[in-house]
């Protein structure tokens, strides 16, 4: 559970109820007509630009934002090194018994077992970064496109409610309340776009580059696994992947080693 994502969630909602709540009344603040043409308004015009499919799977994707816990890189590092070893003293077959629990480094070192050569390794591991890093995108343009009709539709309803104004002006104490239902369509758009959409979209797109890395990370361990780098060598190589590491990868040190 991502609590960051969670505690943020939670307490944008409860500062705009609390002063909701300080201000008047909360019924004040309810319309049904508003939240409906808001919602649905911008429910329709993202399925209007996106596939059906993309528009449903986004809403799997965002479930990465308050459950995803992934691995340490130190932890994908050290887990690498193990095998590396293994693989050097029992040779590649070595590694059928041992259980990874990253699923993209099993399936990394279960190619390797199977016998396959580097470059095929390679290609389908490279293939497979590259779908996951695309799906994870189209959640993430998914939430910046909900996140850019909401306020729009809000807009939308408040022309509404003020022509609706407009056209009965015969009574003057009707009009307050009539333009506070107006403007309540604006203020559901920008809480669906400011307090919901965008920053899960934000916290995706932040999630989409750290997966990316690890699994950057887990093609370069496989790779050395199978060429045999001698698992010192490796992890320096790996540890540049970690945060706040500096310099560069060694990959000539590196092809020395395998050399």
Known sequence: MDLATLLGLL????????????????????NPPSLVLV?????AITLMRFPLAHTLGAFGVAMKA????????????????ELATIARKEGLLGLEQIEVSNAFLRKGVQLVVDGHDAELVERM????????????????????????????????????????????????????????????????GAIIAQAIALPIADK?????????????????????IQTGLNPRVMEELLN????????????????????
């Open 66 to 81: 308050f459950v995803h816990k992934p691995e340490r890189p130190s932890e994908l590092i050290a887990k690498s090194v």
């Open 11 to 30: 307490g944008v909602l409860l500062a705009i109820a609390v002063s909701i709540l300080i201000g008047g009344s909360a019924v004040t603040f309810f």
């Open 204 to 224: 995706l797109s932040h999630r989409n580059r750290e997966d990316a890395s690890h699994r950057s990370l887990i093609l370069e361990s496989v790779r050395a």
């Open 125 to 188: 591991l490279s293939k497979d970064i590259d779908l996951t890093i695309e799906r994870n995108e189209e959640g993430i343009q998914i939430f910046r496109a909900i996140g850019d009709v909401a306020p729009a539709m809000g807009m939308i309803g408040t022309l509404i409610g003020l022509v609706q104004m407009m056209a009965n002006m015969d009574d003057p104490k009707a009009i307050g309340p009539a333009m506070a239902v107006a403007l309540l369509t604006t203020l559901y």
């Open 39 to 43: 919602v649905a308004g911008t429910m």
């Open 240 to 259: 540049s992947y970690l945060p706040g590491h500096k310099g560069q990868r060694p990959p000539e040190v590196a092809q020395e080693q395998v050399a």
